[in-house]
T-cell receptor, first 116, second 110 residues
Framework: GAVVSQHPSWVICKSGTSVKIECRSL??????MFWYRQFPKQSLMLMAT?????????EQGVEKDKFLINHASLTLSTLTVTSAHPEDSSFYIC????????????FGPGTRLLVL | GQNIDQPTEMTATEGAIVQINCTYQ??????LFWYQQHAGEAPTFLSYNVLDGLEEKGRFSSFLSRSKGYSYLLLKELQMKDSASYLC???????????FGSGTRLLVRP
């Protein structure tokens, strides 16, 4: 099956710093990648849709200047949490869609962010 | 807007059958997905329904009724490892994004 990786798996940072999370599709080209956030005991909340070579589409209520998304290639998307604060502490998960014939989104293992 | 409802928690016995329901109200519909998520891990794909009816895949089956805005995930011959959260997600028309329900935490007891 399709494999999606994320790096890092864990990150602890000080308040005010920026954190970059990478999402890679390892064995397929991902025309679209999605970024989700999940707080404890809650479901996944879609943050943004990332298409290769174009600007990301953000969901309502998600600050595009705080959560910078770059989808520079068909196998890599990055999410940068700028000036992170403790309330940004969460589980960030990416998913990737292979193409027009693939209906399934494949999820990465997630990145747990703790902002002190 | 979108609204997806699932029971918060369910408990079942090892070896039994459990049905997890999901109702949805969305502005357009282009498929319903079920994912399994163990604590602290990413979701894994279980099933996809876009037409009415039952899709069977091993111990897991998923049903969809578009007219009723209703789906269920049926788990047979429950095993302890099936204890997890089960997420229902709908794909709106004209988009590839997924809108997730709040998830159902299933506890399988011996």
């Amino acid at each position: 099956g399709a494999v999606v990786s994320q790096h890092p798996s864990w990150v602890i940072c000080k308040s005010g710093t920026s954190v970059k999370i990478e999402c890679r599709s390892l064995d397929f080209q991902a025309t679209t990648m999605f970024w989700y956030r999940q707080f404890p005991k809650q479901s996944l909340m879609l943050m943004a849709t990332s298409n290769e070579g174009s600007k990301a589409t953000y969901e309502q209520g998600v600050e595009k200047d705080k959560f910078l998304i770059n989808h520079a290639s068909l196998t890599l998307s990055t999410l940068t949490v700028t000036s992170a604060h403790p309330e940004d502490s969460s589980f960030y998960i990416c998913s990737a869609r292979a193409g027009t014939t693939q209906e399934t989104q494949y999820f990465g293992p997630g990145t747990r962010l703790l902002v002190l | 807007g979108q609204n997806i409802d699932q029971p918060t928690e369910m408990t079942a016995t090892e070896g039994a059958i459990v049905q997890i329901n999901c109702t949805y109200q969305t502005s357009g519909f282009n498929g319903l997905f079920w994912y399994q998520q163990h604590a602290g891990e990413a979701p894994t794909f279980l099933s996809y329904n876009v037409l009415d009816g039952l899709e069977e895949k091993g111990r897991f089956s998923s049903f969809l009724s578009r007219s009723k805005g209703y789906s269920y995930l049926l788990l047979k011959e429950l095993q302890m490892k099936d204890s997890a959260s089960y997420l229902c997600a709908v794909r709106p028309q004209g988009s590839y994004k997924l809108i997730f329900g709040s998830g159902t935490r299933l506890l399988v007891r011996p």
